[in-house]
């Protein structure tokens, strides 16, 4: 099992950028899918970016251009910077570990966009 801390959420107003950070445990990090996922209030939690340990990234349609994923797996870390904030980017976003149905989950950090 691998443990996931994230951290970088907050208040931030519309056309803002923020980055957000995933430390992981273990030392099979380097090797397995990581993503981030959201969940806004009364839905659903749904895919933002996945990254591969080769580097290989995809991203949710409505993220595309404005966030970028990236990993540094010599220090077990894995970032999403999020730029051109909208207020539907608003939610608490999470860190996976291994795939969304069987993977590990950090506790999540609140992004909130709003003037």
């Known amino acids: 099992q691998v443990q996931l801390v994230e951290s970088g959420g907050g208040l931030v107003q519309p056309g803002g950028s923020l980055r957000l950070s995933c430390a992981a445990s273990?030392?099979?990090?380097?090797?397995?899918?990581m993503g981030w996922y959201r969940q806004a209030p009364g839905k659903q939690r749904e895919l933002v970016a996945t990254?591969?340990?080769?580097?290989?990234?995809i991203y949710a349609d409505f993220v595309k251009g404005r966030f970028a994923i990236s990993r540094d797996n010599s220090k077990n870390t894995m970032f999403l910077q999020m730029n051109s904030l909208k207020p539907e980017d608003t939610a608490v976003y999470y860190c996976?570990?291994?795939?969304?149905?069987?993977?590990?989950w950090g506790q999540g950090t609140q992004v909130t966009v709003s003037s």
């Open positions: 996976n570990f291994g795939g969304a149905k069987f993977g590990d």
């Open positions: 273990g030392s099979i990090f380097g090797t397995g899918i």
């Open positions: 990254i591969r340990s080769g580097g290989v990234t």
